[in-house]
């Protein structure tokens, strides 16, 4: 009778303990690094009914500061502090009823590959080639519909729906990105996005710490970032820090009550995004914009929460050191709480100071886009820790200036360029702003350029040979088109010829495509190759001189190098009077056209072309 009650109880302890460890459904950050500047890690522990239970760790050089509970009993947050002298190994998690051990949880810390230092960001000599993963190219088609997922279905044909495209894809053709002289890729989220329809391009994501298994497996992900190094391509991580999608794990069972801003009651955002910076904004105009959610589906996530804050954080860390980044680039960076912002890009930037992160402010106003980047000195005292941010104003001015008709008023035309460029004085660091001619959010450069392939030329010349980090989004080196389909995200983010095994056009190889694009893709190739070698254009000073009769010319120089840029927007040739760039061109006497390498004496003065753009080595 003895026996069998102890047998009984043995079987209840198992049970417990079997039970318990079951339901330990997440902790998070999956693994950390040992040598870390910051020494302090927190960790996110989800089981069911966890916070009855007590930690306790026994590994040297790891000492539990501090634990707190969750709203949730779900939850339980465990501040941790890892010594110098720490050394990397797994190690047990115990929890404890009581004095009584219920069960232990593995945890493991890692050797850091790289030091802080030597994790170097994406600058000035960068040249970044934005891509859509599900639409670049399907390079495993095995993982187009995963069960289990909301989302079963892969139709080429909706244009809201998942295409198919993958990082095996991506892996596959970065020959081809090498080749075209891009020295960076920024794919737009690859993380889990299981939602019901709708989530291709990567933005409502599901669970920080996954990659979406329809885009392929962590160690393709890493297997990305290591071949893009070998070919001289760093890899940004596209972030989102301010919303996630309204199928997160977490959102059943939150883990603080105001963990995700409004909710209870879903409010949209106001989008009113001057209320960072306006003197007179109204207290429920700011949290309108701040907590309000991007789009019903897309919840927002709470950065004034410590623990959410926290968590954020070091998952941007754990990327950065699981993949080996170069840079990072962080959507709707304005739409979070800005003393969140803040600490973030801070605590980023302080565990690796040589990193780069770009964060997406899209406003026209330079006012506003320079308020964020790092070391730019506001009235209210407000201090973000950006490398860069894109230049949508700039974005702006060149369309614009590109569209209006020949002839314009002096005002426009070329001189919005002109006026552009010129308040650049509102930057800290003119020269780390992204600039670009369209992106994933926008019609296409040669769709908005009304389909004109000789502004659209100008358009890249302009892009590739002004201060900044350029950014060309994929399908531009082949005119991609989404009209008549204006501002449909769909369309915008169309699928690139030759990335599935049925294309009959394949612009890797040029097969099918017509005598523009091949002519397009041809000239981006030569100016991004003609770019990353000559350090005059990536790192060189700028000097530019008022558009006349609609043609604008600017210089990039350094001590023993020149280049000179005329854009000219008239249908007809131009011949310029190089007397009034004296004070640069000083005793040069020749200007070799890098086109076709023909050299012209100055004194005769220089003929641009009609809707074109030239560009000079000036001997």
Same mark, same amino acid.
């Given at each position: 009778?003895?026996?069998?009650?102890?047998?009984?109880?043995?079987?209840?302890?198992?049970?417990?303990?079997?039970?318990?460890?079951?339901?330990?459904?997440?902790?998070?950050?999956?693994?950390?690094?040992?040598?870390?500047?910051?020494?302090?890690?927190?960790?996110?522990?989800?089981?069911?009914?966890?916070?009855?239970?007590?930690?306790?760790?026994?590994?040297?050089?790891?000492?539990?500061?501090?634990?707190?509970?969750?709203?949730?009993?779900?939850?339980?947050?465990?501040? +941790?502090?890892?010594?110098?002298?720490?050394?990397?190994?797994?190690?047990?998690?115990?929890?404890?009823?009581?004095?009584?051990?219920?069960?232990?949880?593995?945890?493991? $810390?890692?050797?850091?590959?790289?030091?802080?230092?030597? *994790?170097?960001?994406? %600058?000035?000599?960068?040249?970044?080639?934005?891509?859509?993963?599900?639409?670049?190219?399907?390079?495993?088609?095995?993982?187009?519909?995963?069960?289990?997922?909301?989302?079963?279905?892969?139709?080429?044909?909706?244009?809201?729906?998942?295409?198919?495209?993958?990082?095996?894809?991506?892996?596959?053709?970065?020959?081809?990105?090498?080749?075209?002289?891009?020295?960076?890729?920024?794919?737009?989220?690859?993380?889990?996005?299981?939602? %019901?329809? !709708?989530?291709?391009?990567? !933005?409502?994501?599901?669970?920080?710490?996954?990659?979406?298994?329809?885009?392929?497996?962590?160690?393709?992900?890493?297997?990305?970032?290591?071949?893009?190094?070998?070919?001289?391509?760093?890899?940004?991580?596209?972030?989102?820090?301010?919303?996630?999608?309204?199928? !997160?794990?977490?959102?059943?069972? +939150?883990?603080?009550? &105001?963990?995700?801003?409004?909710?209870?009651?879903?409010?949209?955002?106001?989008?009113?995004?001057?209320?960072?910076?306006?003197?007179?904004?109204?207290?429920?105009?700011?949290?309108?914009?701040?907590?309000?959610?991007?789009?019903?589906?897309?919840?927002?996530?709470?950065?004034?929460?410590?623990? $959410?804050?926290?968590?954020?954080?070091?998952?941007?860390?754990?990327? /950065?050191?699981?993949?080996?980044?170069?840079?990072?680039?962080?959507?709707?960076?304005?739409?979070?709480?800005?003393?969140?912002?803040?600490?973030?890009?801070?605590?980023?930037?302080?565990?690796?100071?040589?990193?780069? /992160?770009?964060?997406?402010?899209?406003?026209?106003?330079?006012?506003?886009?320079?308020?964020?980047?790092?070391?730019?000195?506001?009235?209210?005292?407000?201090?973000?820790?950006?490398?860069?941010?894109?230049?949508?104003?700039?974005?702006?001015?060149?369309?614009?200036?590109?569209?209006?008709?020949?002839?314009?008023?002096?005002?426009?035309?070329?001189?919005?360029?002109?006026?552009?460029?010129?308040?650049?004085?509102?930057?800290?660091?003119?020269?780390?702003?992204?600039? *670009?001619?369209?992106?994933?959010?926008?019609?296409?450069?040669?769709?908005?350029?009304?389909?004109?392939?000789?502004?659209?030329?100008?358009?890249?010349?302009?892009?590739?040979?002004?201060?900044?980090?350029?950014?060309?989004?994929?399908?531009?080196?082949?005119?991609? &088109?989404?009209?008549?389909?204006?501002?449909?995200?769909?369309?915008?983010?169309?699928?690139?010829?030759?990335?599935?095994?049925?294309?009959? /056009?394949?612009?890797?190889?040029?097969?099918?495509?017509?005598?523009?694009?091949?002519?397009?893709?041809?000239?981006?190739? *030569?100016?991004?190759?003609?770019?990353?070698?000559? %350090?005059?254009?990536?790192?060189?000073?700028?000097?530019?001189?008022?558009?006349?009769?609609?043609?604008?010319?600017?210089?990039?120089?350094?001590?023993?190098?020149?280049?000179?840029?005329?854009?000219?927007?008239?249908?007809?040739?131009?011949?310029?009077?190089?007397?009034? *760039?004296?004070?640069?061109?000083?005793?040069?006497?020749?200007?070799?056209?890098?086109?076709?390498?023909?050299?012209?004496?100055?004194?005769?003065?220089?003929?641009?072309?009609?809707?074109?753009?030239?560009?000079?080595?000036?001997?």
């Amino acid at each position: 009778m003895q026996f069998n009650k102890f047998i009984l109880g043995f079987l209840i302890v198992i049970c417990h303990v079997g039970i318990i460890s079951s339901q330990i459904q997440h902790i998070e950050p999956l693994n950390w690094w040992v040598g870390m500047k910051n020494p302090n890690l927190q960790l996110l522990i989800n089981g069911n009914g966890i916070s009855k239970l007590t930690p306790k760790i026994n590994y040297p050089g790891v000492v539990i500061k501090k634990i707190t509970k969750g709203d949730s009993e779900n939850y339980i947050f465990l501040d +941790l502090t890892i010594a110098k002298t720490t050394k990397a190994g797994k190690f047990k998690i115990d929890f404890f009823e009581k004095s009584k051990k219920v069960f232990a949880q593995d945890y493991e $810390l890692l050797n850091r590959k790289l030091e802080s230092k030597n *994790f170097k960001g994406f %600058n000035s000599k960068d040249a970044i080639y934005l891509i859509t993963p599900d639409r670049f190219s399907n390079g495993d088609p095995t993982n187009d519909v995963v069960s289990g997922m909301r989302e079963q279905k892969v139709d080429r044909k909706n244009e809201g729906g998942r295409h198919g495209g993958d990082i095996r894809g991506i892996i596959n053709h970065l020959d081809y990105i090498s080749d075209m002289g891009f020295t960076a890729i920024w794919p737009t989220p690859v993380l889990e996005n299981d939602m %019901n329809d !709708y989530s291709y391009h990567g !933005y409502a994501i599901t669970n920080h710490y996954k990659v979406d298994p329809r885009m392929g497996l962590m160690s393709d992900y890493k297997e990305l970032s290591e071949k893009a190094k070998t070919k001289g391509i760093k890899l940004i991580y596209d972030g989102v820090i301010n919303h996630t999608g309204s199928y !997160y794990w977490w959102m059943n069972d +939150l883990p603080f009550k &105001d963990w995700i801003n409004f909710p209870d009651s879903i409010q949209i955002t106001s989008h009113r995004r001057t209320v960072n910076q306006d003197l007179y904004a109204s207290k429920i105009d700011k949290e309108k914009m701040t907590k309000g959610w991007f789009v019903s589906s897309m919840p927002d996530m709470n950065g004034e929460n410590p623990f $959410l804050a926290n968590y954020l954080i070091q998952n941007t860390i754990w990327w /950065i050191e699981s993949l080996q980044l170069g840079g990072i680039r962080q959507d709707t960076y304005c739409y979070s709480d800005k003393d969140f912002s803040k600490k973030w890009s801070c605590s980023v930037m302080d565990e690796y100071p040589n990193f780069s /992160i770009v964060g997406e402010e899209w406003s026209y106003n330079p006012l506003i886009t320079s308020y964020w980047q790092r070391d730019k000195v506001n009235r209210d005292s407000y201090k973000s820790c950006l490398t860069t941010t894109m230049d949508f104003p700039l974005q702006l001015a060149l369309v614009t200036a590109l569209k209006e008709k020949e002839g314009t008023s002096v005002e426009k035309g070329f001189t919005r360029i002109y006026e552009s460029i010129a308040n650049d004085f509102v930057y800290a660091h003119p020269n780390d702003i992204m600039i *670009f001619g369209d992106n994933h959010d926008m019609d296409r450069i040669y769709t908005q350029l009304n389909k004109d392939e000789k502004l659209t030329k100008i358009a890249i010349a302009f892009i590739l040979t002004t201060r900044g980090i350029p950014q060309i989004y994929y399908g531009t080196e082949i005119l991609a &088109d989404n009209t008549p389909y204006l501002n449909n995200h769909g369309f915008i983010r169309s699928d690139f010829s030759g990335g599935w095994d049925n294309d009959t /056009i394949n612009a890797f190889t040029g097969k099918g495509l017509s005598a523009d694009q091949l002519s397009m893709q041809k000239y981006v190739k *030569f100016l991004l190759n003609y770019r990353k070698t000559n %350090n005059v254009l990536t790192n060189g000073k700028l000097l530019h001189f008022y558009p006349i009769d609609d043609v604008y010319v600017y210089f990039r120089y350094l001590e023993n190098k020149m280049v000179m840029v005329a854009l000219n927007r008239n249908e007809s040739s131009k011949t310029l009077d190089m007397s009034r *760039f004296a004070e640069i061109i000083k005793q040069s006497k020749i200007a070799k056209d890098i086109f076709d390498n023909k050299e012209y004496l100055l004194s005769n003065g220089l003929t641009i072309n009609g809707k074109s753009a030239t560009i000079f080595e000036i001997k």
